[in-house]
C-alpha cells in the first residue's frame, strides 16, 4: 500500500508543479493574440518526456528511483502539457473566424510537437549512451 501511496504522491506533485509551471509561461507569453503559451508548453513538454523517457535506463526509469520517472513524465509533464486548452483555443480562434490561424496552429502544434518529442528522445539516447559509455 506504501509503494502506491508513494506513486499517487509523486504523480500528484509533480502535476501540480507542472500546471504552476504552465501558468507561468501562459502568462508569461499572453496578449499575442495567438496561444502562444500553449504552443510553447507543449513543445517543451513533448522535448521533455522524450528527452526523460531515452536518457533514462528503460521506460523512463532509473535504477533504484522508479518514482523519479512517475514524478517527471505522469506528473509534471502530464501538468505541464494540455492538450483540453489546445482544443478550447483553436475552437475560439475557429469560432472567431480566423480559419486560417485555427489551421496553422493546430497543424503548427502537430508538427513542433512531434520534433519535440523525437528531438527530446535523440538527445536523451545520446546522453544516455554518453554516460553508460564511460
Partial sequence: MAGRLGLYAA???GGALGSAARYGVSLALAGAGFPCGTLAVNALGS???????AGTDTDGQTAGRPLAGQFVMGGFCGGFTTFSIFSLEALRLAQEGAWGQ???FVGG???LWSVSIW???EIGTRAR???TAG
Fill in 11 to 13: 504523480v500528484g506533485a
Fill in 47 to 53: 522535448f521533455l518526456i522524450g528527452f526523460y523517457f
Fill in 102 to 104: 485555427a489551421g496553422a
Fill in 109 to 111: 502544434s502537430l508538427i
Fill in 119 to 121: 528531438l527530446g528522445h
Fill in 129 to 131: 549512451r554518453a554516460r
